[in-house]
């Protein structure tokens, strides 16, 4: 009996590390770091809002702010999935589909009618 406990400690004593590393870190729930925090405030502030103690405008202020933000970075992403699908430094804005085939004729006719 000792030493099925014993190697029941033995066991759950091994496994809680790796318990520990179990965890995943999802980027919308991780925590926000100071540099973000800062860099995310420039943008604010790039984008025309002012922080000030007593803004009257406070709520409406920021929110123009942070659209302008979003339109950027929308503009951004776009521009950089679009670069993605580039080849050769081109954008590829044309399609693959095919027309008809060309027939080759003369006077209207085909040139391999009658044989």
């Given at each position: ?65 942070e659209a302008?933000v979003a ?45």
């Open positions: 009996m000792k030493a099925l406990v014993s190697t029941l400690l033995v066991a759950c004593a091994l496994a809680a590390p790796a318990a520990a590393f179990a965890q995943t870190v999802n980027s919308a729930n991780a925590p926000v770091t100071r540099a973000q925090v800062i860099g995310d405030l420039e943008r604010l502030e790039q984008a025309g809002y002012r922080p000030i103690a007593n803004d009257q405008n406070y709520p409406d202020d920021i929110q123009h702010a302008i339109q950027e970075q929308a503009q951004t992403a776009q521009h950089a999935a679009a670069v993605s699908s580039a080849v050769g430094g081109v954008a590829m804005t044309g399609s693959s589909d095919a027309g008809a085939p060309v027939v080759a004729s003369v006077g209207g006719r085909s040139i391999y009618a009658g044989h």
